[in-house]
């Protein structure tokens, strides 16, 4: 369904690449030219099929890139288990925080259950993760150490430890 470009306030919208390399790309290109000659489009349910089938493609494509990057900095990380980085929270969830160390930009889990000096919960409501008894907080963009405590390349999974979160302190004059 064409629901139009709501920013340019366009009621039919349409985009391709350059130089042009996806398929639909070449398919909006082949439509614009019958439409321009006068022709009709010829079979609607085939340019649907190419469609459902591209977008399909692009996704496992997507997943794919994800996935081998993923891959690539969890086998840049191996040889840094022990160290600390600082980084910040580029994450929360239930389960836990997504850190991103600095300068690198490589993200890993510090999970709920192993932040030991509190009882820690995800507050929904205030997308922060809390402290039961302590109170203390994070939340997206506190600064914090981690040290990195697994780097498993066959479940793509990378593992942090925190150590410390990192106050700002203000500059009072």
């Keep these: 369904e064409n629901i139009g470009h709501y920013g340019l306030a366009f009621p039919f919208y349409t985009h391709f690449t350059s130089p042009i390399r996806r398929y639909p790309d070449m398919m909006v290109h082949r439509l614009l030219a019958l439409y321009t000659s006068g022709e009709k489009n010829q ?20 997943e794919a890139e994800r ?29 836990g925080m997504y850190v991103e160390i600095e300068p690198t ?9 192993e932040m030991s000096d509190d009882y820690y919960s995800f507050d929904a409501d205030t997308y922060k993760i809390i402290g039961k008894t302590t109170k203390n907080s994070f939340t997206l963009g506190d ?15 990378l593992d942090y430890e925190l150590v410390s979160k990192i106050e700002l302190v203000e500059n009072v004059q």
Excluded at 43 to 62: L, M, N, P, V
Excluded at 105 to 113: A, Q
């Design 43 to 62: 079979d609607k349910d085939y340019y649907e099929q190419c469609c459902q089938w591209s977008s399909q493609r692009e996704q496992i494509a997507t």
């Design 105 to 113: 930009k490589i993200e890993g889990m510090v999970s709920i259950r």
């Design 67 to 95: 996935a081998s990057i993923k891959y690539k900095m969890v086998e840049f990380m191996q040889d840094k288990l022990g160290q600390v980085f600082e980084g910040s929270v580029s994450g929360l969830t239930e389960w």
């Design 143 to 157: 600064k914090v150490k981690v040290k990195v405590v697994r780097a498993s390349l066959e479940q793509k999974i």
